[in-house]
DNA sequence: AAAAATATTGAACGATGTTCATTTTTTGTG
DNA sequence: CACAAAAAATGAACATCGTTCAATATTTTT
């Protein structure tokens, strides 16, 4: 037993450096990794972080159920993995947002990425609610490279933020950033579980740019005053 | 096997009908129906609807596990009555909010109602997270009492906003209800559930109100012109 | 080629929700 | 009250999980 893979996809010793030993049972270890990884990945979007079994796992990655606790931890961890990815994806569609709407007033490019997160959940919705229905046990933090992922999803809500708000300081642009993800995503998570006190599906979007047109129209108007 | 309670607190035949026959049976079942509720209430309190194994349920409420399920249809419906207890708590939080902010401004009322909330949620965290960390089964829907509960706390968002938007259809007013609960409610859930994404504890009633009241300064604006 | 180190295996373990044949209690009736 | 039928309570047994670990197979080193 080695490491269990704390870090996410260590490159492997990359071909290019011969020094390091890239033994037959390091590589077939690295291969069950991301193998596991990409099995786990698709029996979570189809059935949910609670759809995921060792022993369906093991089978579909055509090992056996130890050599899982061998690589990871446990299903948590390797759940965490998946976690990676799916984040990774919500960061590509913010970053196009930012792309396509650069041009665009700060409003519309909060509220795009209002509606690209909603569009992603609706589409991805088993794989973003394993990122979040975990309360993880008393005192276990999340690992660093979820964390920093998480930050960097911060930013594309920082960065328009901070120019609606000019004057106000470094840590008020990051609170509201967090406030008005947390809020975009409280109104995505009520309406995708069809909860009774939740929006219907066919009305979330355009209550979502509701919200952020009327936050940003009171934080106008109370620069203006 | 009779009804397996698919409805709450059947008022047992009360004592004032006498014709309604109140057996020795069905009066065990009505007290064992009333103590699985408080015991689990209790367990959920202490260590969230994950906490609660039916052997341990048992020996709480002195019974044994099979008659649980003479009584409840599964561990799933007992929870659902448990939610319905909190659902009637946080009622009772925005009620209490209502009368004493009567004379004040919907805005103060709308603050008001999202800080009680969030106390709430502080305060009752397991029992709070119980009502939302299940997503139900496909297909499967929420018992009408529950839904009934959960349209009056919708009432309480509702009333101020009916104010606040003298010009705004009904339909209108429902869905900024919803919009503003789930967006208040995301708040609360990645701040409790210490989110990376989501607020500090310390933060989270200080922007709330910041959200709320720009949101309202927004609508009003938008009255205005 | 043999030995040491390492990795893989899958039966077994301990929990858990749920069931159901058996036992106990309650109810209806002569 | 006695006694049979009906109803309810029981808890051992079952199915299904995640996880472990002694036994086996493989890889690496000497």
Wanted: proline share 3%.
């Amino acid at each position: 037993m080695k490491d269990k893979s704390n870090s996410p996809a260590a490159p492997a010793a990359s071909a290019a450096s011969p020094v390091l030993k890239v033994s037959k049972a390091s590589q077939r270890k690295a291969q069950l990794h991301e193998d596991l990884i990409a099995c786990a990945t698709r029996r979570i979007a189809a059935h949910g972080a609670h759809g995921l079994r060792a022993r369906d796992l093991a089978s579909d990655a055509g090992c056996s159920v130890g050599a899982i606790y061998n690589v990871f931890e446990d299903l948590e961890a390797l759940i965490l993995h998946v976690s990676l990815q799916t984040l990774g994806a919500i960061d590509e569609v913010m970053a196009a947002n930012a792309r396509e709407r650069a041009a665009c007033s700060q409003e519309e490019i909060l509220t795009g990425l209002a509606e690209r997160y909603c569009d992603f959940v609706v589409q991805n919705t088993h794989s973003w609610r394993s990122l979040f229905e975990h309360a993880l046990p008393e005192g276990v933090e999340l690992p660093d490279w979820i964390i920093e992922k998480q930050i960097s999803l911060l930013g594309h809500v920082r960065r328009p933020l901070a120019q609606l708000m000019p004057t106000a300081s470094d840590e008020k642009i990051n609170s509201t950033a967090r406030l008005l993800f947390s809020a975009v995503h409280g109104v995505v998570n009520l309406a995708v579980d069809q909860r009774t006190v939740g929006l219907a599906l066919d009305e979330v979007k355009r209550e979502l740019r509701f919200l952020v047109q009327m936050f940003v129209a009171g934080v106008e108007k109370g620069r203006a005053e």
